[in-house]
């Protein structure tokens, strides 16, 4: 079974912090590279974040230094720290295997940062 469930969206304001977590089934999770997209209504979805199996990282230069991913192989678990939050950093949040595997998505978690 094909699962992705992402929690700890919310509103805050800019400066604040978020810690989205997401749990994914074995078979998206197990040996693949993690990765936690975004999408702003009308716009392509965005890669933001990377982490491979054994922890190496990568993060797109708008929210490198504030974002840091981190993954719990035991509990088929991805996280995002977001510090600083901007603005511009509101969306609708969503882990997925870097390539995607499947042609699945989870609901997301809304995020959302006033001025």
């Known amino acids: 079974q094909v699962q992705l469930v992402e929690s700890g969206g919310g509103l805050v304001q800019a400066g604040e912090s978020l810690r989205l977590s997401c749990a994914a089934s074995r078979s998206i999770f197990r040996g693949n590279t993690m990765g936690w997209y975004r999408q702003v209504p009308g716009k392509q979805r965005e890669l933001v974040a990377r982490?491979?199996?054994?922890?190496?990282?990568n993060y797109v230069d708008s929210v490198k230094d504030r974002f840091t991913i981190s993954r719990d192989n035991a509990k088929n678990t991805v996280y995002l720290q977001m510090n600083i939050l901007k603005p511009e950093d509101t969306a609708v949040y969503s882990c997925?295997?870097?390539?995607?595997?499947?042609?699945?998505w989870g609901q997301g978690t809304q995020v959302t940062v006033s001025s």
């Open positions: 982490i491979t199996v054994g922890g190496t990282t």
């Open positions: 997925n295997s870097v390539p995607l595997l499947y042609r699945y």
